[in-house]
């Protein structure tokens, strides 16, 4: 019999795990999850580190992942590359080399303003991180993927929904004054698709996502037997939903070519004609009985979705929240460990 082993693995994207590892994940996390609220929380990252780059800001990435690792038994230090030599110009292969002498897992976030809102720039940091430590790496957020998010995406679906094969899970573009990066949305439907949802993406022309990305969400829907269809129209992408996750997110023109060439406000001026992308009752009015709305937060109230929106029963925003700890939990302990806890 083969056992699964994934001490040592990275977590950039969910698409380089199979999904027999990503539900080992889903099921051990969710058993941590059952332990905490039990009061029982196992230390199971005794005297381990797990150093934290922030490249860009962060509330509940942070705060999870400490809390994770203060429930571990272990530590989950902070770092502002800006306070490091790297900010002098210190190599991240020497950055990397350096921290794996000392931790046992290194995180990043690095996206948007890190990067100059140039598509891809972020996620090649992490994979330099990656090539020069021998430690696992976890992607903390960058600008193509968020798998942390979208694990966590998912053991909040399943929480909701017992059966989650062929349910329609909709992830729209919301209007918004601020332009954020593709790596929540990607990774949340590169996720859904995986596991058999039907899921459609719904944004106005011009926002177009990673074409290549899209193919993988094709594949991966052609896999599991779910779905995967793009449309332009909002009113229908919200019929009969059953999950509906609306989040602004910048233009294909601006993510190709930075926003210091294409513009803070030509950016902001395209988001202001599709004003009316606003998740609010009327469009929630057109969702399955049992529709919950999620969000990955930070939500701009009032621009993303509606006060009534974002605080209604059907809102499981801060589930989602929790979940980040609980999943970020499961997924350490079972890179980190010295024991295969499988
Ligand atoms: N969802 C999420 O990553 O939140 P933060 O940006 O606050 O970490």
């Known amino acids: 019999m083969i056992t699964m082993d994934l001490r040592g693995r990275d977590m950039i994207t969910t698409q380089e795990w199979t999904r027999e590892e990503l539900e080992a994940v889903l099921k051990f996390s969710k058993d941590l999850k059952k332990k905490t609220k039990a009061g029982k929380s196992p230390h199971l990252l005794s005297d381990k580190t797990f ?6 800001t962060s509330t509940r990435t942070r705060a999870s992942f400490e809390a994770a690792l203060t429930e571990l038994g272990g530590h989950a230090q902070f770092l502002e590359p800006g306070a490091m030599r790297l900010g002098e110009g210190e190599s991240v292969k020497d950055t990397a080399n350096t921290l794996a002498r000392y931790g046992h897992g290194i995180g990043i976030r690095i ?38 998010q979208s694990l966590t995406d998912l053991m909040t679906v399943q929480e909701n929904f017992p059966k989650i094969q062929g349910k329609k899970f909709v992830f729209s573009w919301a209007y918004s004054r601020h332009s954020r990066s593709w790596c929540s949305v990607q990774s949340a439907i590169l996720t859904a698709t995986r596991f058999g949802m039907d899921v459609t993406l719904a944004h106005p022309p011009g926002f177009e996502l990673d074409a290549e990305i899209m193919e993988w969400c094709h594949q991966n829907a052609h896999e599991s037997g779910g779905g995967f269809s793009i449309t332009n129209d909002v009113k229908d992408a919200y019929s009969g939903a059953h999950v509906v996750y609306p989040r602004s997110w910048m233009s294909a023109e601006c993510s190709a070519v ?10 902001a001026q395209l988001h202001e004609n599709y004003r009316d992308w606003i998740c609010n009752s009327e469009l929630m009015d057109l969702t399955n009985k049992d529709a919950i709305y999620m969000h990955c937060l930070p939500v701009f ?42």
């Open 111 to 148: 996206l948007e303003k890190a990067v100059g809102y140039v598509y891809g720039r972020g996620n090649q940091v992490l994979r330099d991180y990656a090539k020069w430590s021998d430690i696992p790496i976890v992607n903390m957020a960058d600008d193509k993927f968020h798998p942390c």
């Open 301 to 342: 109230r009032g621009e993303e979705a509606t006060d009534e929106v974002v605080d209604s029963p059907q809102s499981v925003i801060f589930d989602q929240a929790e979940n980040r700890m609980h999943l970020q939990k499961g997924l350490l302990s079972l890179i980190m460990s010295d024991e295969n806890l499988l």
């Open 258 to 267: 930075g926003i210091d060439k294409w513009g803070e406000d030509t950016e």
């Open 51 to 56: 150093f934290m780059l922030f490249y860009n």
